[in-house]
């Protein structure tokens, strides 16, 4: 199994302005994925990030708006740029299980509001 | 990657068994359907996986019938605390950094 931390568990943010969400892992893992949950819905998958490469963009997100860093292979940073109403939304955080599985791991989300 | 389909809500009553049905019609052979729960202000959690056949574990049944076109989840004697969404989820199993696609979710009810 995997723990993983999530910081900010939750923030209000005025339009216009950026919010890095940071997701901590207590081991290494080679995959980290990001996915959005708007208020009532399901999870979408925003994109999914490599230690050493560039991350990899869904289908109608793009890195301008959704910057992702992976420093190492424990920790990983979503930025929301720019932000408006329609980003306030839960963004979780998930690993792969390390045994191979294909079972994932959420963190508990950060829950972001914009006003 | 699959798609799949399950009613958008059930309601039950505690001590209840509930069995919540996922379509998922253009399976592949690799793919492996698994089950994750939802509560409130919390990632999903898993909950049971299965190839084909039935799968026990602690917390619930996994039914899978032989053309594999739909599963069933059954949770025994439910509880309130098992109101929560339920996802149903099919993707190539063995892990490989395979990505998971939520479909709607079954969001379940369970009353005294």
């Known amino acids: 199994s995997a723990v993983i931390s999530q910081k900010p568990s939750r923030d209000i943010c005025q339009r216009g302005t950026s919010l890095t969400i940071q997701c901590q892992v207590d081991?290494?893992?080679?995959?980290m994925f990001w996915y959005r949950q708007q208020p009532g819905q399901s999870l979408t998958l925003i994109a999914t990030?490599?230690?050493?490469?560039?991350?990899?963009?869904e289908s109608g997100f793009v890195i301008d708006k959704f910057p992702i860093s992976r420093p190492n292979l424990t920790f990983s940073t979503l930025t929301v740029s720019n932000m408006s109403p329609e980003d306030s939304s839960i963004y979780l955080c998930?690993?792969?299980?390390?045994?191979?599985?294909?079972?994932?791991?959420f963190g508990e989300g950060s829950r972001l509001t914009v006003l | 990657l699959a798609k799949t389909t399950q009613p958008i809500s059930m309601d039950s009553y505690e001590g209840q068994e509930v069995n919540i049905t996922c379509s998922h019609n253009n399976i592949a052979t690799n793919d492996y359907i698994t089950w994750y729960q939802q509560f409130p202000s919390q990632g999903p959690r898993f909950i049971i996986q299965g190839y084909k056949t039935k799968v026990t574990n602690e917390v619930a049944s996994l039914f899978i019938p032989a053309d594999r076109k739909s599963s069933t989840l059954s949770l025994p004697r439910v509880s309130l605390s098992d109101t929560a969404v339920y996802y149903c989820?099919?993707?190539?199993?063995?892990?490989?950094?395979?990505?998971?696609?939520f479909g709607t979710g079954t969001q379940l009810k369970v009353e005294l």
């Open positions: 990030a490599n230690q050493g490469s560039e991350a990899t963009y």
């Open positions: 081991s290494q893992v080679t995959m």
């Open positions: 989820l099919v993707a190539p199993g063995g892990g490989g950094g395979n990505k998971l696609t």
């Open positions: 998930s690993v792969e299980d390390l045994g191979n599985t294909g079972e994932l791991f």
